[in-house]
């Protein structure tokens, strides 16, 4: 193989670009991106780049010797060439890392989303003392800009749809804990309101009602940037479909070893987990962290599977919150301290509590937790290994977690 093209300058493309290296390849790679900027980090967007304390998330990876064609957007894909704005571009191996793209509302008024740097420093520099600020969607994007926009003294509003925040990600249940939050801050949540459109100054919301906004950010999720691929032949099924190993195959909807060779990673691939058994896409850092190394390896003819325990995290109202692994639907939900214990004046940060789900095996098969990084880690190692543990000793939050993973 002498020229391997990458599709894609975040940091899953990047990283694969650096992982080629790693395993030895010395042929040519070209890194194909859309945006002006070499590859950056995304997670510090909606933290420190909305409140003012960091300008660059340049991520420090080393392309000496890669050929980066910035400003470069791929259009279309068939076998061996990429079709770019500027023209085809040959490989023999391939790799998709377009991540992903924030769904949209409709209405002729003005919207912010906030996916690349780009949109944060527009976001930060309109965030004022007193500018009005809806956010449409309580989910991870949609706390951490009311966070940022409420310390800044933006007066915030946020509209959801569903009844309680983070209700995709962690149920009604786990997820409505949160919703104190946001009045603590000072932000003003309305639940189960949906938007019909946005207007020149404002939202319509689905009962008819006018609220009006100086500044409007739409946080409802983010679909893969696959529209590029459509009629190639790879398999689209919610992302780009591909096999334990991270290849595609060029049979629509089927998986394999593609000729010339395909992987995608980042939060663009729809891979076959051989721990859930079905296919996964997770937009998760991790995951473009992560998948890299298996998808390099792959190209260059390796067996190295993909198989993660999803892992996430968010910064939210002065709380760390981070989820590992994946409820099923039967599992049962176990509390691990209190959630409605509401912080000392004098304390520096909220009581923490954690939230695991059980199989009806007895294995924790997820957990979520704010403000107790330890059980996160423990939990990803009992996770990992299938533990079946106690509930009793799980919710006791005197009992570390790690001593329940060392044990098993
Ligand atoms: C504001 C924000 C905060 C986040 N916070 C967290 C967090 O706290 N914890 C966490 O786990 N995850 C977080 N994430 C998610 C995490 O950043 C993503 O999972 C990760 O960036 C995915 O990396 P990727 O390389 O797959 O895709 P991306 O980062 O989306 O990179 C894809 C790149 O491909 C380019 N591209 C797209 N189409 C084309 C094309 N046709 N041709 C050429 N180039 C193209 C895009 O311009 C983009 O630069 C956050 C994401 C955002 C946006």
């Not at 023209?87 to 002729?108: N, Q």
Request: a negative charge; charged letters at 20%.
């Amino acid at each position: 193989m002498d020229r391997i093209v990458i599709v894609g300058a975040g940091l899953a493309g990047g990283r694969v670009a650096v992982e080629l290296r790693a395993a030895g390849f010395t042929g040519g790679i070209v890194l194909l991106g859309a945006e002006e900027h070499l590859p950056y980090d995304r997670p510090p967007l909606s933290k420190g780049v909305l409140s003012g304390r960091v300008e660059e998330t340049t991520l420090p990876l080393d392309l000496d010797g890669v050929e980066v064609q910035l400003g470069r957007r791929a259009v279309g894909l068939r076998p061996g060439a990429v079709e770019t704005d500027a023209g085809p571009v040959s490989y023999d191996g391939l790799v998709i890392a377009t991540g992903a793209t924030p769904v949209r509302l409709p209405g002729e008024g003005p919207q912010r989303v906030l996916r690349t740097i780009d949109d944060a420093r527009g976001l930060r520099d309109a965030l004022k003392p007193g500018v009005r600020l809806v956010v449409v969607g309580a989910g991870w994007i949609g706390a951490e800009v009311a966070t940022a926009a409420a310390k800044i003294g933006a007066v915030v509003t946020v509209v959801e749809a569903a009844d309680s925040p983070l209700q995709v990600a962690l149920g009604d249940e786990v997820g409505g804990q949160t919703a104190a939050w946001y009045g603590q801050s000072g932000v003003d949540l309305r639940l189960g309101v949906s938007v019909r459109e946005i207007g020149s100054a404002g939202l319509l919301l689905g009962d008819g009602e006018w609220l009006p906004a100086d500044e409007v950010v739409v946080g409802v999720g983010v679909r893969p940037e696959t529209g590029w691929l459509a009629g190639s032949g790879l398999g689209l099924d919610r992302g780009v479909v591909v096999d334990e190993h991270l290849a595609a195959g060029w049979d629509e909807g089927g998986v394999g070893p593609a000729e010339p060779p395909v992987v995608v990673v980042g939060d663009c691939a729809a891979w076959w987990s051989r721990r859930y058994g079905r296919r996964l896409r997770v937009e998760h850092w991790e995951c473009a962290q992560g998948s890299p190394a298996v998808a390099a390896a792959t190209l260059l003819g390796g067996e190295a599977v993909y198989d993660p325990v999803p892992y996430f995290w968010s910064e939210q109202f002065g709380r760390m919150v981070q989820v590992v692994g994946l409820a099923g639907e039967q599992d049962t939900l176990v509390w691990r301290g209190d959630p409605t214990t509401v912080a000392e004046p004098a304390a520096k940060r909220a009581p923490g509590w954690s939230a695991g789900w059980f199989g009806p095996d007895g294995r924790l098969t997820a957990i979520a937790t704010v403000n107790r990084p330890m059980d996160a880690v423990a939990a990803r190692r009992l996770i990992a290994a299938d533990t079946v543990i106690d509930p009793a000793r799980f919710e006791d939050p005197s009992v570390a977690l790690k001593n329940l993973a060392a044990a098993a």
